[in-house]
């Protein structure tokens, strides 16, 4: 599902959601699916917060914060769920609202910033990365008329510490979730009752 919010500064978010179910009830789940592992502990914070952005777009195009947020990992066969509330949403609009602030100082001053992380091995700029002793081509002199308009409408706010502020995400193992056992059942026995609807996602806490 395509879904796209723009905010109070002209900032426009917008991302792809894999899956979205919707309870009888009305209340929402998000499901992203990756196809590696399910990180440690200590980046799960990180790697919710793609999903918390989806949930931010849902709760200002459609009014309601969804109940839940399901990332499921194929690699390893678990998945991470996190019940987000109205404070985590407004959270994770201020870090938004803050990196967007952050590029657009980037692209006044020409001042952008390198990181080096476990992904520069994948990274086809390496050898002119300043991290790793290279030298960038210049900058182009023109800068996007969108990028610099926006500018004077964006507030500057401080990071705001989401990694470690927020409760951990709840860690599921597939073997007690009727959701994984009917995402599973092409491999293994087929089982009674699974599906995937809101009702089940509160009925096995065994994994945590
Ligand atoms: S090599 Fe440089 S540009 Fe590429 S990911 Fe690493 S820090 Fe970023």
Redesign the pocket.
């Known amino acids: 599902m395509h879904v796209a919010t723009e905010l109070d500064t002209g900032l426009t978010l917008h991302g792809y959601i894999d899956r979205v179910d919707e309870a009888p009830t009305g209340e929402l789940r998000i499901v992203d699916y990756k196809t590696g592992k399910s990180p440690g502990p200590l980046f799960e914070a990180k790697a919710m917060f793609q999903m918390k952005f989806y949930a931010l777009v849902v709760w200002r195009t459609r009014g309601v914060i969804p109940r839940m947020l399901q990332l499921v990992y194929l690699g390893n066969a678990e998945m991470l769920r996190y019940e987000p509330d109205e404070q985590d949403l407004l959270a994770t609009e201020r870090k938004v609202r803050a990196l967007w602030d952050a590029i657009t100082r980037a692209n006044e001053s020409g001042d952008w910033r ?4 476990a ?2 091995g ?5 050898a ?5 002793g ?1 030298t960038p081509p210049p900058l182009p002199q023109s800068r996007p008329a969108d990028l610099t308009g926006a500018a004077g409408q964006t507030e500057t706010v401080p990071l705001p510490t989401l990694a470690r502020s927020s409760p951990p995400a709840l860690r599921v193992t597939p073997r007690c979730d009727p959701a994984w056992r009917d995402l599973r059942r092409g491999r293994h026995h087929r089982s009674r009752g699974g599906g995937l609807g809101g009702q089940h996602l509160s009925g096995c806490r065994g994994g945590t």
């Not at 994948?122 to 390496?126: E, Q, T, V």
């Open positions: 390198p990181h080096r992380s992904l520069c994948w990274c086809d700029h390496k002119l990365c300043p991290a790793w290279g």
